[in-house]
């Protein structure tokens, strides 16, 4: 696969995210896929590693349930042969109350030689996230 | 100025960072530059925005007169004609709680049209930076995992 085709996979993968489509997304995953976002901490539904389909669609179910996206706006993306990365500006509420929370996320997919994602890094101001969850849930 | 060259900018200031050599990166900037790490609050030394050169200083500052910086690998360097982004691993350990957290680096720079950086966001595990100073280091399990 291209890095061309690998920019085209997370494209439509952005794409999937934005109407709720998991399956779009767990299509271009790789079995044992290594998926997470850079957090250590609990304090959101979607934190945490997952490994393999499966529990990515924890990762995608969490975000579902405790938040409303109001805002995904892809400012660039970037790639090497087998490698995307891409800067998002994101907003969100809590689910049930909250003010909407805006921040900049930064992505890394890591390709197989089948051109299926491999290993997945997302970074996002988790003060932030963890502070917002928690004042909703106050 | 070509997306390669930007590369090769941001590789010398990663190499100048690791030399502690500031002078080198704030040459890389635009007189203008808008630089910040990716958190709303300011629980860090180095967090907050800063506008031009003067004021990135104390990014750098905040970093090496709180931390101790014990890893700092780049994993990926991307590029598009104007843009660089990169991960990276990164370990630091605090100098006053002594408390260690590893996790990864998501770098995003802008470039102006004569190479110059003129937008730099960084993003960090922020929660587990602040609880690290803080001497409350999570407890959860590290990110980093390959």
Partial sequence: MSAADNVATIQEIYEAFGRGDVNTILGKLADDVDWGPDAAGDGAAWYGIRHGRDEVVDFFDGIAATTEVREFDVKTIASTDNEVLSFIRYGFAPKGGGETTSMNLHHYFRFDDDGKIAYYRGSEDTQLTTNALAGAAA | ?146
């Fill in chain 2, 1 to 146: 100025m070509t997306a390669e060259s930007n590369v090769a900018t941001i590789e010398r200031i990663y190499k100048a960072f690791g030399e502690g050599d500031v002078d080198t990166i704030l040459a890389a900037c635009s007189d203008d530059v808008d630089w910040a790490t990716d958190a709303a609050s300011t629980d860090a030394p180095w967090w907050g925005n800063r506008h031009g050169k003067d004021e990135v200083v104390g990014f750098f500052i905040g970093i090496g007169e709180s931390t101790d910086v014990t890893e700092f690998e780049v994993v990926s360097i991307a590029s598009t004609e104007n843009e660089v982004l990169a991960f990276l691993r990164y370990s630091f350990t605090s100098r006053q709680s002594g408390e260690s957290a590893r996790m990864h680096l998501h770098h995003y720079f802008r470039f102006d049209h004569e190479g110059k950086l003129e937008y730099v966001r960084s993003s960090e595990d922020t929660q587990l930076v602040a609880a690290t100073l803080a001497g409350q280091p999570a407890r959860s399990t590290s990110a980093v995992t390959s």
